[in-house]
């Protein structure tokens, strides 16, 4: 599901989907559906005809030729999020929007020939992460609790079950995001504080040898994570809350060092997702996301990671992106809500004229998954 109500333009509650991708995944046993490792290919996710609510299906796109083929269909049902496992497999959690708990994630392999349905805590739509030969699953449950399922990557048995809760009293825990390496998991999620205007959030630190917590801040104020990316040994989480009168110091980039400790910095308002290439972070930012925010405005910009020095370009209002990837000299945005289903599918942003435009029109898209 990956969304959280906000209000809309002319005082309309919309619901807005946040798409996960994995960024460039290092796929080192077999490369997915056998294709070239020469090449960069995205994956689509399209759900019905046009858009509308039935059968997934899975096609590749070869991002050089624009041509695509269908892979596979997958269950009906909501699919919260996409991954590809170091072996090639393909992950797809599903997810309950309606309020109904769904507990799905179903695996198929490089060939996309049907795996397994594995049963997880409840609507597994945060994200999966792959980590010393177990998968790590992000499960938003009931969205007051959540829980990190973990299952070996070989059987696909379980081994366990991290409960999270906010530990703050009254107070809920909604999985946003999960990233890790070898040496940790950081999972991040909304919770309530004091000032009704702000967003908080709670960052979480998992062993990946043991499954223990080994750390936990404070309720964030002002902090709204849905994007963790890791990098050279940090973790380079997006803070997408707006500013606000009260929290005007407030970070929009927050970075988990090697030792754990949080350091902020700022650059453009809002980036919600993100995409790290040659250590240069471009981020997709919307201050209307999952905020009471009416703001129309929809930017990208290029943080470059050594200098400091960044550059930002202006989108059209309210044009909203839930996929981003860096391709050479472009950057490939997925825009599955555009009103006018001509306008829906892959654009391509040019780094070198900075021009936008409409690549491949798919009406049904919702989900976008990039293999490099």
């Known amino acids: 599901m990956k969304g959280f109500y906000r209000k809309g333009a002319g005082g309309v509650i919309e619901f ?10 290092p ?3 077999t490369h997915a559906a056998g294709r070239s490792l020469d090449k960069a290919y995205l994956y689509i996710l399209s759900s019905g005809k046009n858009g ?10 070869d991002a050089d030729s624009k041509k695509s083929k269908e892979l596979f269909r997958l269950e009906k049902g909501n699919v919260g999020t996409l991954s590809l496992d170091p ?11 309606d309020g109904r708990r769904e507990n799905r994630v179903q695996v198929f ?11 997880t805590a409840g609507n597994p739509e945060a994200g999966f992460v792959f980590s010393r030969g177990r998968v790590f699953i992000a499960c938003t449950q009931n969205g ?7 299952f070996d990557q070989t059987t696909l048995k379980r081994i366990k079950t991290i409960k999270l809760s906010s530990k703050i009293k009254d107070s809920p825990y909604y999985l946003s995001a999960i990233a890790g390496d070898e040496r940790r998991i950081i999972v991040a999620g909304m919770t309530s504080g004091p000032d009704k205007n702000l967003n908080y959030c709670i960052i979480k630190v998992i062993n990946p040898a043991n499954l223990l917590i080994i750390n936990q801040t404070d309720a964030l104020a002002g902090v709204d994570i849905w994007c963790i990316i890791p990098h050279r040994g940090k973790f380079i989480m997006l803070n997408s809350a707006p500013a606000g009168k009260s929290d005007k110091n407030v970070s929009n980039m927050l970075v988990m060092g090697e030792h754990g400790k949080i350091d902020g910095t700022s650059f453009v308002q809002s980036p919600l997702l993100g995409v790290i290439k040659d250590n240069t972070l471009y981020a997709y930012h919307n201050p209307a996301f999952n905020s009471i925010s009416t ?3 929809r930017m990208l910009s290029a943080y470059n990671l050594r200098t400091g020095k960044y550059l930002s370009w202006k989108l059209p209002d309210r044009w909203n992106c839930s996929g981003i990837a860096a391709v050479e000299d472009r950057l490939l945005l997925l825009n599955s809500e555009a009103p006018d289903k001509k306008a829906r ?3 391509a942003f040019s780094l070198k004229d900075n021009k936008l435009s409409l690549m491949m029109n798919i009406p049904a898209a919702k989900r976008m998954l990039f293999e490099k």
Do not use: Q
């Open 52 to 61: 509308a609510s039935g059968v997934n299906t899975l096609s590749i796109v």
């Open 345 to 347: 599918g892959i654009y």
């Open 27 to 29: 796929v080192d046993v």
């Open 144 to 150: 007051f609790s959540g829980a990190i399922d973990v």
């Open 295 to 297: 703001n129309p405005s």
């Open 87 to 97: 072996y090639g497999r393909f992950w797809a959690g599903y997810s309950s929007p």
């Open 109 to 119: 392999k490089p060939d996309g020939s049907f795996s397994k349905i594995i049963k």
């Open 16 to 25: 807005l989907f946040l798409s996960v991708l994995l960024v460039s995944m």
